[in-house]
């Protein structure tokens, strides 16, 4: 079964709106587990805007499922993840100020960048995964870095997913198969709902985590979290 990681951003963002600790983001964590998610997810980024740095060490401490944290791997956030050594951390490259992260990176003329990176992060035992479009060049470039798995970027298959579900999945199906001959890991994310995951799962070979944020806290003001985190779930078996 694909995991499940809930991605708590847009629950510091609600925090942050206000000030002072409603929603309590540890205690978000923490119930997220305990209704059934297999692990949490948080993209710290240089201006603090939603998940605050301390919000990571704090969550290190208590979160007993797979930690991953997301980022761009300025000098800040690789010291922090370096001092936090959670599960696994996925590399991205947004700019500081991007809304989201919109694009996967390029690993053929950033692989010897990103293979001094990865080198580092893996030598504290964490496991890493890239950001990456669903490009054979891409995954091929990505298994050059030493990256032990690849997340897929799938706001194309989710944008398109309406129009034309079968041309939507099919380059991430091609990209995926790759990936697995080449020894890779496969997450994905980005845009995923009720709607698009379960025929994501269905198609995508190898698939072994998905991060979800955006549509699960939207559906969750509906349906509850912990019966939107059940309703995941049921995409994913």
Not at 16 to 42: H, K, M, W, Y
């Amino acid at each position: 079964m694909t995991k499940l990681s809930v991605n708590i951003n847009k629950i510091a963002t609600l925090r942050n709106a206000r000030g002072g600790n409603r929603p309590n983001l540890i205690q978000s964590a923490l119930d997220c587990e305990r209704f059934g998610a297999q692990g949490i997810t948080v993209h710290p980024r240089p201006d603090e805007r939603h998940i605050r740095y301390q919000d990571v060490l704090d969550l290190k401490a208590v979160v007993t499922t797979e930690f991953n944290i997301e980022g761009n791997p300025t000098p800040g956030f690789l010291e922090l993840v370096k001092k936090v050594k959670p599960e696994q951390v996925t590399l991205v490259p947004d700019a500081p100020d991007a809304i989201t992260s919109n694009a996967g990176w390029d690993t053929i003329q950033h692989q010897n960048y990103l293979r001094e990176v990865i080198s580092d992060l893996k030598s504290t035992g964490t496991r890493v995964s890239i950001f990456v479009d669903p490009v054979i060049e891409m995954v091929e470039g990505a298994a050059q870095t030493g990256t032990d798995r690849i997340e897929l970027y799938t706001e194309a298959y989710a944008s398109h997913f309406h129009q034309d579900r079968e041309q939507a999945i099919a380059p991430y199906a091609r990209a995926a198969e790759r990936a697995v001959k080449l020894g890779l890991g496969i997450n994905a994310g980005h845009d995923l709902d009720l709607d698009n995951l379960k025929y994501l799962n269905q198609n995508i070979p190898g698939l072994l985590e998905v991060s979800i944020g955006h549509a699960l806290i939207c559906d969750a003001l509906y349906f509850g979290l912990e019966n939107t985190i059940q309703l995941y779930l049921r995409q994913l078996v």
